[in-house]
């Protein structure tokens, strides 16, 4: 019988291992997030800060109410669909297809409205295509004077 004492055995503990399945998982986080969010998005349009440009002859201005109303060139159009919008423009068109159109809608329009709006533009043969804005302190000006 051997009553000697033995030595003890430190334990010993490999991290390898470990710190190999941490980086795996981390890798697998890394990929699987998204760092996109959607429902924090605020936006204010239109506002622009441009100089005035003069009338030209051949601007057509499309202007669209927030209720989907439209008139052409300060001239209002019966119905809201697309093709009496582009009888208007048809009319409207003084130049033929180098005229230039100029959505200015309103910023509680429907989206649906600017986009009737290029529709029609597109079934007359107009392609070029803008909106217009107002500038920035006009825009601030407006907001103050209805906080008030």
Not at 2 to 7: D, E, I, K, Q, S
Not at 120 to 135: D, E, H, M, Y
Request: aromatic residues 4%; neutral net charge; without cysteine.
């Amino acid at each position: 019988m051997n009553f000697r004492p033995r030595a003890k055995e430190e334990p010993e503990i490999n991290l390898i291992p470990f710190i190999d399945v941490l980086l795996v998982i981390l890798i697998f986080l890394m990929l699987t997030t998204t760092y996109s969010k959607f429902t924090e998005l605020q936006l204010t349009l239109p506002v622009a800060d441009a100089e005035q440009q003069r009338d030209h002859p051949k601007e057509i201005i499309v202007a669209v109410a927030a209720d989907g109303r439209y008139a052409v060139n300060k001239t209002g159009v019966d119905g809201k669909g697309v093709d009496s919008i582009a009888q208007a423009l048809r009319a409207a068109a003084t130049a033929g297809p180098g005229s230039v159109v100029i959505i200015s809608a309103d910023a509680m329009a429907p989206h649906q409205s600017v986009v009737t709006v290029m529709e029609a533009a597109r079934r007359v043969g107009l392609t070029q295509i803008t909106f217009a804005t107002q500038s920035s302190s006009a825009s601030a000006r407006a907001t103050n004077a209805a906080s008030r």
